[in-house]
């Protein structure tokens, strides 16, 4: 009897447990809090991975290369192409050391000659004495970021000095769709393909059918992104400095971008609060003066690669660095090694969280400590995961707020200079202004988007023990990721 009524215990302790855990106090069954509604726009799957890349690469070869210039003229004999030493793997290898994961070809530039044997013209590697007229570079690229874990990109230059349809609306676009057609079913899965409207002051008048080729890209590779002036998926940064704007926006009206206008690279530099079109920016910038290689050129220093890094991948763009192979068809070693140097000293300022062990709280929590959106969650590590405030919260005069509380030994012996602040933006990105405290003083006033990732040097090392996060205004709740602090040794104090 006496373990009868035992069991009779337990069976109702365990359905009092059941009961609490599912109903909740109206008789409505419990479930966790969802999460807020989105602010739209926001992001494709594909447009969400190309921004946690954060660092690509682009690589521009070609017949400028061999004729020291920039822009070719069409004329270029093919028999000048020959890269002795041509080895895709090793450039590869040199966008690995810089942390990128994917990497650009440029696979027609502006004199039109083809880096792979398309049929549609004589003028490409058929008709050069490169691997006896049997190469194909795009070939040997796309295989070689496969084997090195990379994937790959394309840039298909609209101007083309060569062709003699160009300037025949119809004959010229036909031809260039069909180009489209060899890259994007030829060469495997394609991440990336560039379009822009480059062209001369005295270049033929051409009337580009941007709309057909970006309904051509999609029905080729659904899972690419469309890089242009407006998208659809990624849109330039307005300037080949690597530099977006202290403010930055991820959303623009595509409808006021016409591609190849000039007037428009503030637009979008900063983008637009109120777009209706998510079209993160991407900043370009090659690693040396020019876009090609030429024998009296050098690596931009590290310094300026780094301040490159925090004013793109620090004001949520991604990062795409050029590095153009020489007359050999290899990186030059010195600019290898200046991507090695770079990328070696972004994994050493980022790749210790100073902020690790702090205990977070915030203004408040959507669903209480346990409803899934804490303040703990900024310290995860996790894209998926992120704090926002109740419902309720953010009427206070100065706004949301989250605090980071670090062990007071690590406070006083481990000071940073780098403070990293990242939204969840696959529900669309909300913080529009933002101030950061260190032990009640501020050290970022003036603080604006956030994005992807927002990186704010300060003048000098800080050895705080409280950090806290302002938010003073917002389109919604924000959703924060990350908080994160470091510290930077590769800056001289006062020079940030």
């Given at each position: 009897m006496a373990r009868s009524a035992l069991l009779l215990r337990l069976a109702a302790a365990l359905a009092v447990v059941f009961i609490v855990g599912?109903?909740?106090?109206?008789?409505?069954?419990?479930?966790?809090?969802?999460?807020?509604?989105?602010v739209l726009p926001v992001p494709s799957a594909a447009q969400l991975r190309w921004q946690r890349r954060e660092v690509i690469m682009f690589f521009h070869f070609g017949m400028n290369t061999f004729t020291d210039s920039e822009w070719g003229t069409g004329a270029e004999d093919p028999s000048i192409f020959r890269p002795a030493a041509l080895n895709a793997t090793q450039w590869m290898d040199a966008a690995r050391a810089a942390g990128a994961s994917l990497a650009i070809l440029v696979a027609k530039h502006h004199d039109g000659f083809c880096l792979w044997p398309s049929a549609y013209t004589r003028h490409s590697v058929r008709a050069s004495p490169w691997r006896g007229g049997r190469g194909d570079v795009v070939a040997e690229f796309t295989a070689a970021a496969r084997a090195r874990g990379?994937?790959?990109?394309?840039?298909?230059?609209?101007?083309?000095?060569?062709?003699?349809?160009?300037?025949?609306?119809?004959?010229?676009?036909?031809?260039?769709?069909?180009?489209?057609?060899?890259l994007l079913t030829g060469y495997g899965s394609v991440s990336e393909i560039w379009f822009d409207g480059a062209k001369g002051k005295n270049a033929?008048?051409?009337?580009?059918?941007?709309?057909?080729?970006?309904?051509?890209?999609?029905?080729?590779?659904?899972?690419?992104?469309?890089?242009?002036?407006?998208?659809?998926?990624?849109?330039?940064?307005?300037?080949?400095n690597g530099s977006a704007g202290a403010t930055c926006w991820s959303t623009v009206n595509r409808s006021m971008i016409t591609i190849g206008e000039a007037g428009i690279e503030k637009y979008l530099n900063e983008g637009d609060p109120r777009g209706p079109d998510w079209v993160p920016p991407e900043c370009d910038v090659s690693i040396r003066r020019g876009w090609f290689w030429h024998r009296n050129e050098t690596a931009k220093p590290l310094a300026q690669l780094l301040d490159i890094y925090y004013n793109s991948v620090g004001r949520n763009c991604v990062l795409l660095l050029n590095a153009p192979p020489n007359t050999t068809g290899l990186v030059p070693d010195a600019d290898v090694a200046r991507l090695r140097e770079f990328g070696a000293a972004v994994a050493n300022i980022f790749g210790?969280?100073?902020?690790?062990?702090?205990?977070?709280?915030?203004?408040?929590?959507?669903?209480g400590p346990s409803g899934g959106f804490a303040a703990s969650n900024v310290l995860d590590g996790r894209d998926d995961t992120y704090w926002a405030p109740s419902a309720k919260d953010g009427g206070r005069r100065n706004g949301y707020w989250i605090e980071l509380r670090r062990p007071a030994a690590a406070a006083a012996a481990r000071p940073f200079n780098v403070v990293r602040i990242q939204e969840h933006v696959a529900l669309g990105q909300r913080v529009e202004r933002h101030e950061v405290h260190v032990d009640g003083a501020a050290v970022v006033r003036n603080g604006t988007t956030v994005g992807h990732k927002r990186l704010h040097r300060l003048p000098r090392p800080v050895a705080g023990a409280t950090v806290r996060l302002w938010i003073t205004a917002r389109r919604g709740p924000p959703l924060i990721s990350a908080v994160g602090l470091h510290l930077d040794p590769f800056v001289a104090t006062d020079s940030m």
């Open positions: 599912v109903v909740g106090p109206s008789g409505c069954e419990a479930w966790r809090v969802p999460p807020p509604l989105p990379l994937d790959a990109g394309l840039y298909l230059s609209p101007w083309d000095r060569h062709d003699r349809r160009y300037g025949d609306e119809v004959a010229y676009n036909e031809y260039y769709e069909a180009q489209l057609h060899e033929t008048n051409m009337t580009y059918h941007f709309q057909e080729w970006f309904q051509t890209v999609r029905q080729l590779q659904t899972s690419i992104n469309i890089f242009s002036d407006d998208g659809p998926d990624v849109r330039w940064v307005g300037d080949e210790t969280d100073l902020a690790a062990g702090s205990a977070a709280r915030a203004s408040s929590e959507r669903g």
